[in-house]
T-cell receptor, first 110, second 113 residues
């Protein structure tokens, strides 16, 4: 079964706009929720992460919003830039075993 | 380069051969994790190792796959008698310890002819 569901599969945003990627999880035992950015031919790079006792975390242009009761979390990229074009994965971690979503391919139009 | 190092970057094998994938963790990291990524899919957890110990192998196929992380040297993911379905990108990650962020290498792309 798919424990972490991610949407949309692909997303096109104008330069300067806000990119929003949503995820939902099933297992309430998860205790760490990282987001990864992956460029073609490269490994995933940790972008930002949150623990379930926090409702929001912001690092620069990247913000995670976390709704524990709904078991949902989302990534917002403010002022999106062409260099942000990549595949983004949400994930959930329990006991150091990361469960990844299927990814969102983000394309920022110049 | 102090990152996670994986080699080879690309590996081509014929059906029935063995594939050996190597991973050197970041300096100061003693925990290693292996993941597999199929095209257009997210990464799937395979195994979690510390030096000389397998902590969690719940994602490893029961046959043909094995992993080790010896006291000295890199971690090795070994696939015996490869089949076409083993074609994928295999990523290794490392961390300082339990509950610490995992940092990924750039993967080994395995192609089976």
């Amino acid at each position: 079964q798919q424990q972490v569901k991610q949407s949309p599969q692909s997303l096109i945003v104008q330069k300067g706009g806000i990119s929003i990627i949503n995820c939902a999880y099933e297992n309430t035992a998860f205790d760490y929720f990282p987001w990864y950015q992956q460029f073609p031919g490269k490994g995933p790079a940790l972008l930002i992460a949150i623990r379930p006792d926090v409702s929001e975390k912001k690092e620069g242009r990247f913000t995670i919003s976390f709704n524990k009761s709904a078991k949902q979390f989302s990534l917002h990229i403010m002022d999106s830039q062409p260099g942000d074009s990549a595949t983004y994965f949400c994930a959930a971690d329990r006991d150091d075993k990361i469960i990844f979503g299927k990814g969102t391919r983000l394309h920022i139009l110049p | 380069n102090a990152g996670v190092m994986q080699n080879p970057r690309h590996l081509v094998r014929r059906r029935g051969q063995e594939a050996r994938l190597r991973c050197s963790p970041m300096k100061g990291h003693s925990h290693v994790y292996w993941y597999r990524q199929l095209p257009e899919e997210g990464l799937k957890f395979m195994v979690y190792l510390q030096k000389e110990n397998i902590i969690d192998e719940s994602g490893m196929p029961k046959e043909r796959f094995s992993a080790e992380f010896p006291k000295e040297g890199p971690s090795i993911l070994r696939i015996q008698q490869v089949v076409r379905g083993d074609s994928a990108a295999y990523f290794c990650a490392s961390s300082r310890g339990q509950g610490q962020p995992q940092h990924f290498g750039d993967g080994t792309r395995l192609s089976i002819l």
